[in-house]
């Protein structure tokens, strides 16, 4: 018998599938770490619920008994740094372990510690990433994946929702019942509709679309230039400056007139270009909702010149453009439009 167990996962929503590795996990450890992915990211029909919602979800599925032997807590995704979400996950579960034996009052003590998961290669990779710790894999159960969940749970007419009581523990049916009268289910339903209608919309390719954009990380005297997303999907969202590239530009020359475009930015577009310090391919496969987007970002760092920063203003598909101070940045992790936090992070990282 294990010390402890540690889960991972998203849990968007939570499943029977989910409640199977619980199950499982609370026969095999004392104690079960379930660790919430996608902590911080803004809501969005991929990533639809916080940290505290799934939790609640989860816990009305458990059984009253199991509730004090079950811990819960949010990581960040670290899209592009296996490294750091490692070191994350590994000092959530010591912290987890530090406060629950605290009253044993030695912080020396060995704990047999495992981790948990699906049988799925694609999908369970993760578990390769902590060979410190005993693994133990579940079977998944057949035809159930909470993309597809998902997708059933956002049908505006409610019909395919009702399908979705085979594969969620009742009292979680009830509580995204619950969910689907409040604003934030009006706000993220609408924009689930409009990437159905995105994606539709290329549905008689040939081939599945890969689309090419590109954004700007400009940095300018401890800021960073960011827009506000004026439209569909992730309006009201902040921002990188970017968009996509045009069939007669070259991916350099699109970043730059995007740039301009969003922020009206009272610099010369040579100048700009010659401030270009480094540039990175970003093409997580689930970095955008509305298909495979792969975008080049360009770090641009310009040169102060005694007369502070200089003035940028909305427009096109922006409704506000603003210079934020780069310790400001980092709390904005829910308020950034699909991965463009952890693509600044990266870059700042190089600096």
Known sequence: MLDYLVFIGRFQPFHLGHLKVIETAL???????????????????????????????????LPAEWQ?????????DRMYNDQQWVTEIQNL???????????????????????????????????DMFPQWQRIEVAELP??????????????????????????????????QAFRET?????????????????????????????????????????????????????????????????DELIRDAVIRELREETRLKVPAPVLA????????????YRSMRGRTITHAFLIELTPTGEGLPKVRGSDDADRARWVPLFEFNRMEEQLFEDHFYIVNWFLGQI
């Open 27 to 61: 026969q095999r450890a004392h104690k079960l770490i379930v660790i919430c992915g996608s902590a911080r990211q803004a809501r969005s029909p991929r990533n639809p619920w916080t940290v505290a919602e799934r939790e609640a979800m989860l816990r009305a599925a």
């Open 68 to 76: 004090e032997r079950v811990f819960v807590v949010g990581c960040s």
């Open 93 to 127: 579960v010591d912290k987890v372990i530090a406060v629950d034996t605290a009253s044993l009052g030695s912080r020396e003590a060995q704990f047999r510690v495992g981790i948990i998961g699906g049988t799925c290669r694609k999908e369970a990779y993760y578990l």
């Open 143 to 176: 035809n159930l994946r909470a993309s597809e969940l998902r997708g059933e749970i956002f049908d505006d007419a409610g019909v395919r929702f009702e399908r979705c009581t085979a594969r969620l523990p009742g009292p979680v049916f009830a509580w995204l």
């Open 183 to 247: 604003e934030s289910w009006r706000t993220l339903e609408a924009e689930w509709r409009f990437v159905r209608d995105y994606r539709r919309a290329w549905e008689g390719a040939p081939y599945p679309p890969t689309f090419v954009t590109a954004d700007a990380v400009v940095i300018h005297s401890g800021h960073i230039l960011l827009v506000r997303r004026k439209h569909l999907p992730g309006k009201g969202l902040w921002a990188l400056p970017g968009g996509f590239v045009d069939q």
């Open 274 to 285: 010659g401030s270009i310090r480094t540039s990175r391919v970003f093409d997580h496969p």
